[in-house]
């Protein structure tokens, strides 16, 4: 018997048959990897559903504090010598470059990267896995499948309870994949489905 994969005929039918290369599990997605079919390879597609567009001032809120208590921490001693000891030239203008630098960090994180990181983070719950899409500068996109999902929750702080928000968080034994900025009620439905389709996919096994 001839095999079906030996010379022209293989070749033939390497082409026809699609297959698909399998995912690290929990672990970033390379730019550019997804379904093979023969010699074509296609991205695969961008995860359905976006978080709720309040998330965006709670970053913007969470980031402006950060932003000024290093400000101040990074500010303050020079500020302080500069007010002392007027002789000390130096400290003023190195209080002032680091004014300056936190103003443009400040505009940077509160005015233009928080729309652009929304747009970027997707997520879609499948029967079989959960699909996560994120970052900005560097791209990252996780598949968790449910089967290595030991547990699941959700997190609420005093930013994100003060816009009616909450965040659900899926762990493994890798590690935890948190999903920011949803509604509360729909953070809980998205929670009890995945626990009931990790729970389904131990009983498969």
Known sequence: MVSAFSGTGGRRARRAVGFRIPLAVGFPMPPGRGTIEGERTTMRDLPANQLN?????VWRISD???IVIVFLCCFAPFAIIAAVEPTEEWAGVVALIVAVGFAALFVLCVGVLPPIRYARWRYELTPDYLDIARGIFWRKRFIIPFIRVQNTDTRQGPVLRAF????????????EHE???????EAAVLRDRAAEL?????EDV
Do not use: Q, Y
């Open 198 to 202: 990790a729970r389904l996919a131990r």
């Open 179 to 185: 999903i920011p900025g949803l509604d509360n009620e």
């Open 53 to 57: 567009p309040r998330i965006k001032n």
């Open 164 to 175: 009616g928000l909450s965040s659900v968080t899926v762990a493994t034994a890798a590690g």
């Open 64 to 66: 402006a504090i950060w």
